[in-house]
């Protein structure tokens, strides 16, 4: 029975794998697919651990007990050590207990083996909020370890019963297809799932399995060769050459492909000339502490861009801090990961399930009972009014209703929008009930507009976004609509602190070749033009808020509480500038103008003058100890309360006055 061979150039595609993931999260140009390293990891691993299995079956050596020691010795160390490093820190610098206890209920599923679970659950992985989450990267070790809970049962059971190595790797290819073609399927409908579940993801780590169980590999060296290299290409083509697409889906198989490729091209290879990659030193070294990179560089990348406000990482930051991650990486394989592995103590029999469970107990016990260690200088009793009135259940309908019906069949007004809508439902409810009218709050996309990445499903129903609000038009004589959305998100996907992204812009329906800002101009145009054909008498757009550099009421709690800031000096750090905010939102807002010149019935709101601090040419983000938002772009009652004249000018100007 052959022993395993060490192949070093599996470790430089691990090196490959992690700096591509690594230089992703650090905003490195080019490397806009980079998060297509985690699939490559999928592919090494499910190659690795089915070759120590089938090897293991073969020799009649395999022991299950055996198996989950080694893997508690490979994981649970480095990951301890991580996952105490992020809670400390975070139990060092929170200011209340709601944020500490995001942090730690992840962490307890992390020790659990169901990251993947929770994050799923909990957010969406390319969404701006994710990059507040320290162990979010632990989702794909929740992947693989659930993998290596089914896959040993799995062989040793096809092993036992069928006696046959055909028989097993048809059964592999069957459960690769169907994995597959669920994830093909599903990517169109529940694109979380997909990214974040192993069932759609197994088909990852069994391309990895097939190719340990067939032990393919070209013949030739010249084959060998080309593999090889085709490999490469496909790895290198996926991280430079993609950015916001529907990921994963088909858009994972070249990368796998890619990886397994090179994998089969490199087994019994001769010296080539690809041999200055495949056996590079440096990169050899990053492949075997690519683990301790993997899980060091996300809570660095994350402290750095969210404490204790959100800010943009630069190119040379975002090298500085790849660089220090590599040198923790360092010390965490030298001194955690190395010793653990190889030292006799930790391989005698039981040694790694009393490590388990010594590591994980105390964690568990700690997440699950630790109080936050600071009390924030701002007002708590404030803070915690501004929550209630941003996140009473009326302000998160998405269809909530407002005042009583004075004339049959008849609707004052109806608010439509997204989150930037729902926030304004507080301020709708008292105009409503102060004024005598009667309206409707409805949550919807924008009308025959899609992200170009969006699902199949997504684009197909674009052109009917808005049929709850046709439906109103059947049912009631609408007067007044009312608009309020975050443009920016919808038309480029983008907020301030993801600017530099690879972003994926907005397209119409009816003709996706046009720009961005004439989508957006087609699209609104639309809604308009079917509110006149029912006979609207007024239009209101609301000029989207200014947004923040930071989530505001934990941000400037921080730097209140810890750094001993005032108002003016938060509101300097937080604050977006004049200057900033229009080269952000300059053509969106172009747009909506000219749709007030293009409509006579069309009226702008413009939210921005009661925002604005002329002395440092900012727009607030709070003043006199009253903050005006709940997290980076939302409104809390406070400041919803601030543009409370503009709307309510509105109101008395074109509602009341025609409303009979």
Not at 125 to 141: I, K, M, N, Q
Not at 156 to 175: E, M, N, V
Not at 352 to 365: D, F, G, H, R
Request: aromatic fraction near 14%.
């Amino acid at each position: 029975m052959q022993k395993k061979e060490y192949r070093p150039d599996i470790d430089v595609l691990r090196a490959i794998a992690v700096l591509a993931v690594v230089f992703y999260h650090a905003h490195i140009p080019y490397f806009h697919g980079g998060y297509v390293g985690v699939s490559i990891f999928f592919v090494i691993s499910g190659y690795l651990i089915t070759g120590i299995i089938k090897r293991k079956l073969e020799n009649n050596t395999f022991s299950f007990i055996e198996f989950y020691e080694n893997r508690i010795r490979r994981i649970l160390p480095a990951l301890t050590v991580v996952v105490l490093c992020t809670v400390f820190i975070s139990w060092l610098t929170a200011i209340n207990l709601t944020e500490m206890q995001q942090l730690f209920s992840s962490a307890k599923r992390v020790l659990l083996t169901i990251p993947n679970i929770y994050f799923y659950q909990n957010t969406n992985y390319f969404d701006p909020a994710a990059e507040t989450l320290p162990l979010l990267h632990t989702w794909s070790l929740g992947v693989e370890e659930q993998f290596y809970f089914v896959m040993p049962a799995l062989l040793f059971f096809l092993f036992k019963a069928l006696k046959g190595k055909i028989q097993i790797i048809h059964i592999l290819w069957g459960l690769f297809a169907l994995s597959f073609i669920s994830s093909l399927i599903l990517i169109q409908y529940y694109q979380k799932f997909t990214f974040y579940m192993l069932p759609t993801r197994a088909w990852e780590l069994l391309m990895g399995s097939l190719l340990a169980y067939t032990n393919w590999t070209p013949k030739s060296q010249r084959n060998k060769l080309l593999c090889r290299m085709i490999g490469l290409i496909l790895i290198g083509y996926s991280i430079f050459f993609y950015g916001n697409i529907l990921f994963p889906g088909i858009w994972a198989l070249p990368p796998c492909l890619g990886a397994c490729l090179y994998i089969a091209g490199g087994k019994n290879a001769q010296v080539s000339i690809l041999n200055c990659i495949t056996h590079n030193k440096l990169l050899v070294f990053i492949g075997l502490i690519s683990y301790s990179i993997y899980l060091w560089h996300w809570p660095i990348f994350v402290y750095y861009q969210n404490f204790p406000f959100r800010r943009e990482m630069p190119l040379t930051m975002g090298l500085a801090l790849s660089g220090l991650t590599i040198v923790i990486a360092s010390f965490s394989w030298k001194f955690i990961e190395t010793p653990i592995r190889h030292n006799p103590f930790f391989k005698k029999k039981y040694v790694a399930w009393i490590m388990a469970l010594l590591l994980i107990a105390p964690l568990l016990t700690f997440v699950s009972q630790v109080k936050a260690p600071h009390t924030p200088e701002l007002s708590t009793q404030y803070i915690s009014n501004s929550k209630q009135e941003t996140t009473t259940s009326e302000t998160i309908n998405d269809k909530a209703t407002f005042g009583k019906p004075s004339t049959p069949n008849t609707l004052d007004f109806v608010l439509i929008g997204d989150s930037h809508s729902a926030m304004l439902s507080p301020l709708f409810r008292e105009l409503s009930e102060q004024y005598g009218l009667y309206g409707k709050i409805i949550k919807m996309r924008l009308k025959s507009a899609y992200n170009a990445n969006a699902p199949l499903p997504e684009i197909n129903n674009s052109i009917n976004n808005q049929k709850e609000l046709t439906d109103l038009y059947k049912q009631y004589h609408v007067k007044n609509l009312f608009i309020s959305y975050r443009l920016i998100w919808h038309v480029t996907g983008t907020d301030i602190i993801k600017s530099k992204s690879h972003i994926s812009y907005i397209k119409y329906y009816y003709n996706p070749d046009l720009p961005p800002m004439d989508a957006l101009y087609h699209s609104l145009k639309e809604t308009i033009e079917d509110a006149n054909k029912n006979n609207v008498q007024n239009i209101f757009i609301q000029i989207p808020v200014p947004e923040t550099k930071g989530f505001v009421l934990e941000s400037a709690s921080k730097l209140s509480s810890l750094f001993k800031k005032n108002n003016k000096e938060i509101n300097k750090i937080l604050a977006e500038t004049y200057t900033e905010y229009d080269k952000r939102m300059g053509k969106i807002n172009a747009v909506l103008y000219q749709l007030e010149k293009d409509f006579p019935n069309v009226h702008i709101l413009n939210v921005l003058p009661y925002f604005k601090n002329d002395e440092e040419q900012l727009y607030n983000v709070m003043n006199d100890n009253i903050i005006y938002y709940i997290d980076d772009d939302h409104l809390c009652y406070e400041g919803v309360n601030l543009i409370r004249p503009l709307y309510e000018n509105a109101f008395k100007k074109y509602l009341v006055q025609n409303k009979n």
